[in-house]
């Protein structure tokens, strides 16, 4: 399935929580993250509303040791953990719910180096194709982050659906990066 320019959204940067995803448009989303005086890391997911506008998305609160601690997706906080659970039937696979109220996986393609995103019916409703370091005057892109527009309940692209699909991308990365 062959996905438009535009649902297709370069992602910089090996650390994903310090990276941006863009497209021709420019960039869609920024992952930034601080490290305060206790040595606390927060990484704040920025969405662009328009030219020189940004809406806050999410908030991640790292754990004291590095690890996954607590997510703030608009006004509900979860375990970071719930948002990449291990799915017992797929290795490597891990699962969450959505804002649909649905069940969606992320995990490793059988026949190609992606990671797909599954809804409750196996439906490929997106995938993360990693590259090799391209230069890109935004940044080096380390990855390709497909959003299938139609697929499923063809609701994919639409906020909050796509922002909860990037978070829980940008963790999954970090699980695959550090062994989590």
Not at 9 to 33: C, H, M
Not at 133 to 154: F, K, M, S
Request: one cysteine or more; aromatic letters at 10%.
């Amino acid at each position: 399935m062959a996905a438009a320019t535009n649902d297709v959204l370069s992602w910089t940067n090996q650390d994903p929580r310090e990276s941006q995803l863009f497209n021709t448009w420019g960039v869609l989303y920024r992952f930034a993250t601080v490290v305060n005086n206790n040595g606390q890391s927060t990484t704040t997911l920025w969405r662009a509303v328009r030219a020189n506008r940004e809406d806050r998305v999410a908030k991640l609160e790292w754990a004291s040791n590095g690890g996954l601690g607590r997510a703030v997706i608009g006004k509900n906080a979860v375990p970071m953990a719930d948002l990449v659970r291990p799915d017992p039937r797929y290795p490597g696979a891990r699962i969450f719910n959505a804002p649909d109220g649905l069940q969606y996986r992320w995990r490793p393609s059988s026949n190609s180096p992606d990671v797909v995103l599954e809804d409750p019916n196996g439906t490929v409703v997106a995938f993360f194709r990693p590259t090799r370091p391209t230069r890109y005057q935004i940044g080096d892109v380390y990855g390709e982050l497909h959003l299938h527009r139609n697929a499923g309940a063809g609701t994919i692209t639409h906020p909050p659906m796509m922002d909860t699909v990037t978070v829980t991308a940008m963790l999954y990365r970090f699980c695959q990066a550090f062994g989590l």
